[in-house]
């Protein structure tokens, strides 16, 4: 029977009828598209959002995670969307040939200041961060680095201070809506899943 069912859903298809772009900026394009699926139901103005640079399957940014000794690294960061803020992990696009690997190192030093510790990258995954609007995946890492050696670095737009939190924190702000932001959610939680703090 699940064969069945997935039989009939690698023939169900959306069909793109056409596409109109209503804004670009340096890294998105955003189009209304006319799309219509197998069973007929059609959507003359579908939100799309394209990153303009994206890598091998299709990756347009990363997710990092700074982890020393017992205690994870968030940002604070006010969103302009919904004027709140909230703790986040670093977040970041890719560049142009560039491996997602790279852009997890370049950005935990541009928005954090904190250098990887040898071997210290750790690939958790992959996650669509809303893929019904944005044709775009991002790739997850943990990094290890020492939270005392930091370097100078100028604040990011909209970005707050960084501090480290232990486990019991961390669980406590999740529970209270500190922790709100999918890409954050996702990545703490994969690591809490496949780390003891106390080690």
Not at 34 to 57: A, F, I, K, Q
């Amino acid at each position: 029977m699940q064969h069945e069912n997935n039989v009939k859903d690698e023939n169900f298809r959306i069909e793109l009828l056409g596409r109109q772009e209503v804004f670009e900026n340096a890294l998105f394009r955003v189009y209304a598209d006319h799309v219509v699926d197998s069973h007929g139901n059609e959507v003359p103005r579908y939100l799309s959002v394209v990153p303009r640079c994206l890598v091998e399957g299709s990756v347009a940014g990363v997710a990092v995670l700074p982890v020393a000794r017992h205690c994870i690294g968030l940002i604070r960061v006010l969103r302009h969307p919904l004027q709140r803020w909230s703790w986040e992990v670093v977040k970041g696009h890719g560049e142009p040939g560039e491996s997602p690997a790279a852009s997890a190192e370049r950005e935990l030093m541009e928005e954090t200041g904190l250098a990887l510790l040898d071997g210290g990258l750790r690939d958790m995954g992959g996650l669509s961060p809303e893929a019904g609007v944005i044709q775009a995946r991002s790739r997850l890492f943990a990094a290890s680095v020492d939270a005392g050696a930091t370097a100078k670095v100028e604040p990011e737009f909209g970005h707050g201070e960084l501090q480290f939190f232990d486990r019991s924190k961390v669980l406590q702000m999740i529970a209270e809506g500190e922790i709100e932001d999918a890409s954050s959610l996702v990545l703490v939680y994969k690591w809490l899943m496949t780390h003891d703090f106390n080690v």
